[in-house]
């Protein structure tokens, strides 16, 4: 009869830890999905910046626009054909 209670006993308490083991599990299972999900929307976040930052490096860099401030504010202006000095290697 001690063999059995001792036997019922020891199932008991493993049966118990497994039930508290996949508990945890579980949580940290349902916790590193919700870190992946918020990790998933920054990088949505982050390309959607990127795009805007390329954007904005392609407006700035525009020959158009650079030509017209080297001429403003710098005073350049394209040779005349005779000033053009051409060096050949």
């Given at each position: ?19 508290f ?11 590193l ?42 005073n ?14």
């Open positions: 009869m001690k063999i059995l209670v001792g036997i019922a006993t020891l199932l008991l308490v493993l049966v118990m830890s497994s039930a083991g996949m508990i945890y599990s579980k949580h940290q299972s349902r916790k999905f919700v870190e992946l999900q918020q990790l998933h929307k920054q990088i949505d976040e982050l390309n959607i910046e990127w795009g805007r930052l390329q954007l904005e490096q392609s407006a700035w860099s525009a020959h158009g626009r650079v030509e017209r401030i080297a001429r403003k504010k710098l350049m202006k394209l040779p005349d054909a005779n000033e053009i000095v051409y060096i050949q290697q």
